[in-house]
Antibody, heavy 117, light 113 residues
Framework: QITLKESGPTLVKPSQTLTLTCTFS??????????VGWIRQPPGKALEWLAL???????RYSPSLKSRLTVTRDTSKNQVVLRMTNMDPVDTATYYC?????????WGQGMLVTVSS | DIVVTQSPDSLAVSLGERATINCKSS????????????LAWYQQKSGQPPKVLIY???IRESGVPDRFSGSGSATDFTLTISSLQAEDVAVYYC?????????FGGGTKVEIK
């Protein structure tokens, strides 16, 4: 059974760096073809893909946010970490991590991150 | 980048009636070698994460009721709910995974008339 869970701060100040951790179970990020992605959703708005890390450590980023994003993995801990710099109130959103095997077939519950002073 | 556009933004359908949602990609998501369309449909109920309904444009995810079906190829796709049930009230998204950046449609809100 595949599960994922996001953790991190629920409130960050403008200009700060957000660090979110996705802890997963039921699969290995060393398995060929597998990836973990990050997607966010501002309140009342649509889904937006942010970043992706694959089993071979290949990383991909949304072009509009690439300069602010870093995604890394710790295979031994079954974790993927997303780092987003220079947070702004417009980055207030629910952040999801998801298992990718083609489509995003398993999602975490998500966590709401609010950016406010 | 592949832009994915959904229509309509919202629709209200009577219980038991058909609901149809359209999704158009700015470029083909049909893979020339394996013949697969890299297009998925998700359902998101209020306060919940998205749940995949359809992948490869027409393959129903395990456990998804057969009233949900996906069709289309290349740039034009459709999600059909053949007989709308109360539990189908949700926002539906299509997403292309043919290339990065991965992109989602803007969503279609389905309500009961």
């Amino acid at each position: 059974q595949i599960t994922l869970k996001e953790s991190g701060p629920t409130l960050v100040k403008p200009s700060q760096t957000l660090t979110l951790t996705c802890t997963f179970s039921g699969f290995s990020l060393s398995t060929s073809g597998v990836g973990v992605g990050w997607i966010r959703q501002p309140p009342g708005k649509a889904l937006e893909w942010l970043a992706l890390i694959y089993w071979d450590d290949d990383t991909r980023y949304s072009p509009s946010l690439k300069s602010r994003l870093t995604v890394t993995r710790d295979t031994s801990k079954n974790q993927v970490v997303l780092r987003m710099t220079n947070m702004d109130p417009v980055d207030t959103a629910t952040y999801y991590c998801a298992h990718k095997d083609g489509e995003f077939d398993y999602w975490g519950q998500g966590m709401l991150v609010t950016v406010s002073s | 980048d592949i832009v994915v556009t959904q229509s309509p933004d919202s629709l209200a359908v009577s219980l038991g009636e058909r609901a149809t949602i359209n999704c158009k990609s700015s470029q083909s998501v049909l893979h020339s070698v394996n013949g697969q369309n890299y297009l998925a449909w998700y359902q998101q109920k209020s306060g919940q994460p998205p749940k995949v309904l359809i992948y490869w444009a027409s393959i129903r995810e395990s456990g998804v009721p057969d009233r949900f079906s996906g069709s289309g190829s290349a740039t034009d796709f459709t999600l059909t709910i053949s007989s709308l049930q109360a539990e189908d009230v949700a926002v539906y998204y299509c997403q292309q995974y043919a290339s990065t950046p991965l992109t989602f449609g803007g969503g279609t809100k389905v309500e009961i008339k």
